[in-house]
Nanobody, 126 residues
């Protein structure tokens, strides 16, 4: 059974940084693609970033250059370093795992993920 638990959310001012972490457990989890998604109030869940089993990464255009996703197989965690935060980054952030080995571009689609965490709130104020 795969479990994902997010942490690191909070309140930050515009331009500040936050680091989200996703603790993952389960057999063969190191071979899974991992993604971060977010959902703002009144909006649909959207893709933010993903890393696959090869270490390839992909990002939503609006976070490129500001956010970095990384995977630590020894610690069984996936992190999302968020720099230069903007008010529009405010959302609940979810960690997700895809047990299939797909091309990295396929990791942009929520439907491809099998497991989800409960989310962590990120609020950016001006």
């Amino acid at each position: 059974q795969v479990q994902l638990v997010e942490s690191g959310g909070g309140v930050a001012q515009t331009g500040a940084s936050l680091r989200l972490s996703c603790a993952r457990s389960g057999s063969r989890i190191a071979t899974y693609a991992m993604g971060w998604f977010r959902q703002a109030p009144g909006k649909e869940r959207e893709f933010v970033a993903a890393v696959n089993w090869l270490g390839e990464t992909t990002y939503k255009d609006s976070v490129k250059g500001r956010f970095t996703i990384s995977s630590d197989n020894a610690e069984n965690t996936v992190a999302l370093q968020m720099n230069s935060l903007k008010v529009e980054d405010t959302a609940v952030y979810y960690c997700a795992a895809d047990r299939r080995q797909r091309l990295i571009d396929s990791s942009r689609y929520a439907i491809n993920y099998d497991y989800w965490g409960r989310g962590t709130q990120v609020t950016v104020s001006s």
